[in-house]
Nanobody, 122 residues
Framework: HVQLVESGGGSVQAGGSLRLSCAASGYTGRRYSMAWFRQAPGKEREGVAL???????RYADSVKGRFTISQDNAKNTLYLQMNSLKPEDTAMYYCAAAPPGIRIMFPALFGYWGQGTQVTVS
């Protein structure tokens, strides 16, 4: 059973940076497609960035050039480096895992979720 725990959220001024981390446990040696989602109050959960088991990445248009997804397989940790943050990036950020080969950031395709970490940009 895969468990995901996010950290690194906080409050930052517009133009600032944050790095989110997602520690994964419960792996059985299988690789997953990993993604970051976010959800602002009153809005639907949306995909932000994805990295497949072969390293292929995908980004939402709204974060391209500002956010970078990466992973450290030795540490079973997923990261999201967020630069040039904007107030509209304010949301709860979640990491999620899906079977390898999933490259569409559709929440229903991801079976494992963390509890979320809040990012507030003012």
């Amino acid at each position: 059973h895969v468990q995901l725990v996010e950290s690194g959220g906080g409050s930052v001024q517009a133009g600032g940076s944050l790095r989110l981390s997602c520690a994964a446990s419960g792996y059985t040696g299988r690789r997953y497609s990993m993604a970051w989602f976010r959800q602002a109050p009153g809005k639907e959960r949306e995909g932000v960035a994805l990295i497949d088991s072969d390293g292929t990445t995908r980004y939402a248009d709204s974060v391209k050039g500002r956010f970078t997804i990466s992973q450290d397989n030795a540490k079973n940790t997923l990261y999201l480096q967020m630069n040039s943050l904007k107030p509209e990036d304010t949301a709860m950020y979640y990491c999620a895992a899906a079977p390898p080969g999933i490259r569409i950031m559709f929440p229903a395709l991801f079976g494992y979720w963390g509890q979320g970490t809040q990012v507030t940009v003012s």
